[in-house]
């Protein structure tokens, strides 16, 4: 079991620039989710996948963010136009029949200068 | 909408105490979570909770779903340095979303 697995695990951009992160699910977990952290945080939900159907997003995901999973395995996370207060760590989990158990991957540091 | 308040927000212990953290939500939940983050990490889960008055224990960690379903707690015995962390509970709400709802974490400090 390799877990799940992100990248990259540090971003660093300047402010106006796009961005893209990479997630890779457990390989049998069918549920995949985006959260986004921020200091002295807990985790705050941004959006869901089961398989390659995107079922649940946010009020936090704004037009700027946009999130595919096209095959049901890994699944990305865009960020066009980045503003100073998208600096967060972007974490992924997945999930597999067990609900509720979601397994986290280490996450993406972004910082937006 | 759906909040959990965790509390305490911090504490610090001498090695070999014993920790008790709790959350409450003032809306009713179909489970609850438990999760350690180290810094630059993503969260660990510790242990899943899916009936009301459910007690789990995993190792020196026991924690509680809460009969009215609105809170659960965490115990930690025996403490050690390496369970230095934050603490996060984390519910999933009642209405068939699949989201996780999170605390705002227990930062815990063990002094050896």
């Known amino acids: 079991d390799t877990g799940v697995s992100q990248n990259p695990r540090h971003k660093i951009t300047k402010r106006g620039q796009n961005v893209t992160f990479r997630c890779d699910p457990i390989s049998e977990h069918n549920r995949l989710y985006w959260y986004r952290q921020t200091l002295g945080q807990g985790p705050e939900f941004l959006t869901y996948f089961q398989n390659e159907a995107q079922l649940e997003k946010s009020r936090l995901l704004s037009d700027r963010f946009s999130a595919e999973r096209p095959k049901g395995s890994f699944s990305t996370l865009e960020i066009q136009r980045t503003e100073q207060g998208d600096s967060a760590m972007y974490l992924c989990a997945s999930s597999g029949n067990q609900g509720g158990r979601l397994y986290f991957g280490p996450g993406t540091r972004l910082t937006v200068l | 909408g759906q909040q959990l308040n965790q509390s305490p927000q911090s504490m610090f212990i001498q090695e070999g105490e014993d920790v008790s953290m709790n959350c409450t939500s003032s809306?009713?939940?179909?489970?609850w979570l438990w999760y350690k983050q180290d810094p630059g990490e993503g969260p660990v889960l510790l242990i899943a909770?899916?009936?009301?008055?459910e007690l789990t224990s995993n190792g020196r960690l026991t924690a509680q779903f809460g009969i009215t379903r609105k809170d659960s707690f965490l115990n930690i015995s025996a403490s050690i340095p390496s369970d230095v962390g934050i603490y996060f509970c984390?519910?999933?709400?009642?209405?068939?979303?699949?989201?996780?709802?999170f605390g705002k974490g227990t930062k815990l400090t063990v002094n050896p």
């Open positions: 984390a519910g999933s709400p009642q209405g068939g979303s699949e989201k996780l709802v």
């Open positions: 809306s009713i939940f179909n489970t």
């Open positions: 909770l899916y009936k009301a008055g």
